[in-house]
């Protein structure tokens, strides 16, 4: 396993602005992943993020709104452009190692968004 | 259309009891099936992983065993405490692609 943190925590935010959220991790990992869990809801990945390329977003999720960057193997930000009171979610940052451990996730304490 | 189905109501029950939390699905054919606990305002943690060739696994207090026929997962905890009182999901992996969460089942075990 690993130590996964995410800045900020917790954000109060206004309508139309934006808010990128970090995601590091202490050793590097092969995969790393973005999803939204909504009140009472599932979690739905919004992507995966893609070291040196542009992540691959799932369906009804875009780069525009979503925009992603993972500059390395233990790094990666998601931005929640031009938001709005549908928005407000916890956000979360899982990862993979690969190897013996693949096909497991291990995920971040998550960030609490509340637009108003 | 593809549906994992875990039940919304919680699960009461009293400690020392075995808990046992049910995952269906449809329309999918998992390579695999995992079960993670998610406690108020963290992420979900992982417990256990069950590949489509093995019926059950185990892991200490925790077993899980998987149908593919009847497209369901079963969890148990036994000798339940106090403590495991959280939300388990249930995910899908259709072949090595990424993974797909029931919205989970919140358990009360109760002292």
């Known amino acids: 396993s690993a130590v996964i943190s995410q800045k900020p925590s917790r954000d109060i935010c206004q309508r139309g602005t934006s808010l990128t959220i970090q995601c590091q991790v202490d050793s590097q990992v092969t995969m790393m992943f973005w999803y939204r869990q909504q009140p009472g809801q599932s979690l739905t990945l919004i992507a995966t993020a893609n070291q040196g390329s542009e992540a691959t977003y799932e369906s009804g999720f875009v780069i525009d709104k979503f925009p992603i960057s993972r500059p390395n193997l233990t790094f990666s930000t998601l931005t929640v452009s031009n938001m709005s009171p549908e928005d407000s979610s916890i956000y979360l940052c899982s990862v993979e190692f690969g190897g013996r451990d693949a096909d497991t996730q291990y995920f971040g304490p998550g960030t609490r968004l509340t637009v108003l | 259309s593809q549906k994992i189905e875990q039940n919304s109501e919680a699960l009461n029950i009293q400690e020392g009891k075995t808990a046992t939390l049910t995952c269906n699905y449809t329309?999918?054919?998992?390579?695999?099936l995992q079960w993670y606990r998610q406690d108020p305002g963290r992420g979900p943690v992982f417990l256990l992983l069950i590949r489509e060739n093995e019926k059950e696994k185990r892991k200490e207090r925790l077993k899980v065993t998987f149908d593919t026929t009847l497209k369901q997962s079963l969890f148990h905890i036994t000798a339940s405490q106090p403590a495991d009182s959280a939300t388990y999901l249930c995910a899908l992996a259709p072949g090595y692609s990424t993974l797909t969460f029931g919205k989970g089942t919140m358990l009360l075990v109760s002292p």
């Open positions: 329309n999918y054919s998992p390579a695999y």
